[in-house]
């Protein structure tokens, strides 16, 4: 739940409030809970707990947060009371755009090095794209090993529950703010001393709802009924599949509107479905970069989308089928309708 107002009631059952009440240290650092409003709903402090965000730096790059997310949370620990334990939100605005043009290859990276998604155009534009993207994901990466060399100073490490995940799909076109395999589809890694098999990789669908259980069976707090996540702690010993349902995915809110005037690399999704080519959508940040609109790229893109109809169904892509698509087309001039 977000882009939204907190319910005035609060009568939500919040996992951070639980731990809070069964005597938890709880608190976040960078992003908490949002976008949305939960001042009007008499909540003393965001759902994700009490803030953290004193402690600054400066950030090496434009668009990166200057919050110093590893001495924030070192904050967070001192504040305890001796052994008691505690839940820590760090909510990393890396990488998210705006992408500082050029900072990937500014440090190191090699256009060469980069491989593109099979529905991206394989042009240098974008791979110094991904390379600027992945210079924000090792600057988040940096500060977690800070975090873990934290726990592990203060022997905390193994027994504490650490999860990695995002919000969505990276801030790219056909992935964030999309249904596809690249918006709905995100990392998650989750490490609990020698109560998690290192390495183990497991298959099974899961969501973010089932968070929520599995750290309040994991604090042997009672799961109110209302929550409708499930555990993840029966992974741990090794079960798998355990008559779990696939999670649902929809596109609501953020989908790509058909503009007064053509975009400039000619073609463009119909805003009823975000199916076919290349979509824009805002809430990816690609929209507004430069780099997703310079005549050739346009040209790439219009071979990246005629490969995609005549592949309905790419190995590293699943297409939806029967999507109802209206584009562009800049040779004729008009909008088309295509099977």
Same mark, same amino acid.
């Given at each position: 739940?977000?882009?939204?107002?907190?319910?005035?009631?609060?009568?939500?059952?919040?996992?951070?409030? %639980?731990?809070? #009440?069964?005597?938890?240290?709880?608190?976040?650092?960078?992003? /908490?809970?949002?976008?949305?409003?939960?001042?009007?709903?008499?909540?003393?402090? !965001?759902?994700?707990?009490?803030?953290? !965000?004193?402690?600054? %730096?400066?950030?090496?790059?434009? *668009?990166?947060?200057?919050?110093?997310?590893?001495? !924030?949370?070192?904050?967070?620990?001192?504040?305890?009371?001796?052994?008691?334990?505690?839940?820590?939100?760090?909510?990393?605005?890396?990488?998210?755009?705006?992408?500082?043009? *050029?900072?990937?290859?500014?440090?190191?990276?090699?256009?060469?090095?980069?491989?593109?998604?099979?529905?991206?155009?394989?042009? !240098?534009?974008?791979?110094?794209?991904?390379?600027?993207?992945?210079?924000?994901?090792?600057?988040?990466?940096?500060?977690?090993?800070?975090?873990?060399?934290?726990?592990?100073?203060? *022997?905390?490490?193994?027994?504490?529950?650490?999860?990695?995940?995002?919000?969505?799909?990276?801030?790219?076109?056909?992935?964030?703010?999309?249904?596809?395999?690249?918006?709905?589809?995100?990392?998650?890694?989750?490490?609990?001393?020698?109560?998690? #098999?290192?390495?183990?990789?497991?298959?099974?669908?899961?969501?973010?709802?089932?968070?929520?259980?599995?750290?309040? #069976?994991?604090?042997?707090?009672?799961?109110?009924?209302?929550?409708?996540?499930?555990?993840? %702690?029966?992974?741990?010993?090794?079960?798998?599949?355990?008559?779990?349902?696939?999670?649902?995915? *929809?596109?609501?809110?953020?989908?790509? /509107?058909?503009?007064?005037?053509?975009?400039?690399?000619?073609?463009?999704?119909?805003?009823?479905?975000?199916?076919?080519?290349?979509?824009?959508?805002?809430?990816?940040?690609?929209?507004?970069?430069?780099?997703?609109?310079?005549?050739?790229?346009?040209?790439?893109?219009?071979?990246?989308?005629?490969?995609?109809?005549?592949?309905?169904?790419?190995?590293?892509?699943?297409?939806?089928?029967?999507?109802?698509?209206?584009?562009?087309?800049?040779?004729?001039?008009?909008?088309?309708?295509? /099977?």
């Amino acid at each position: 739940m977000n882009h939204t107002v907190w319910p005035p009631e609060n009568d939500i059952a919040l996992y951070t409030d %639980l731990l809070g #009440e069964a005597g938890y240290r709880v608190g976040y650092t960078g992003k /908490p809970w949002g976008p949305g409003n939960w001042k009007g709903s008499g909540r003393q402090d !965001n759902p994700a707990g009490p803030v953290f !965000n004193q402690i600054k %730096l400066t950030p090496p790059g434009e *668009g990166i947060s200057n919050v110093d997310y590893a001495a !924030n949370f070192e904050a967070f620990l001192d504040g305890r009371s001796g052994d008691q334990p505690f839940c820590f939100w760090a909510g990393f605005m890396e990488p998210h755009r705006i992408f500082e043009d *050029g900072i990937g290859v500014r440090h190191g990276k090699t256009l060469d090095d980069i491989t593109t998604p099979g529905f991206f155009p394989d042009v !240098n534009e974008v791979r110094s794209d991904l390379a600027d993207y992945a210079f924000e994901i090792e600057h988040y990466d940096k500060h977690l090993g800070r975090m873990l060399d934290l726990l592990e100073q203060r *022997g905390e490490l193994d027994n504490t529950i650490v999860v990695c995940t995002a919000d969505n799909g990276m801030a790219f076109p056909r992935a964030k703010a999309t249904i596809y395999d690249y918006g709905a589809h995100v990392p998650l890694a989750i490490r609990w001393g020698d109560r998690v #098999e290192a390495g183990r990789k497991i298959d099974d669908f899961v969501s973010f709802p089932d968070f929520a259980p599995t750290f309040l #069976e994991a604090a042997g707090t009672p799961v109110p009924r209302q929550m409708t996540g499930r555990s993840l %702690l029966p992974y741990s010993s090794g079960a798998v599949r355990t008559n779990r349902p696939g999670p649902q995915c *929809g596109g609501l809110r953020h989908r790509t /509107p058909l503009p007064r005037q053509p975009p400039k690399w000619g073609r463009l999704s119909n805003a009823r479905h975000p199916h076919g080519g290349l979509p824009l959508h805002s809430q990816s940040g690609a929209a507004e970069h430069p780099r997703w609109r310079p005549p050739r790229l346009g040209l790439a893109l219009g071979r990246s989308h005629r490969r995609l109809r005549r592949h309905r169904r790419r190995p590293d892509q699943d297409l939806p089928l029967g999507a109802s698509r209206r584009i562009f087309d800049t040779r004729q001039g008009r909008l088309r309708q295509t /099977p």
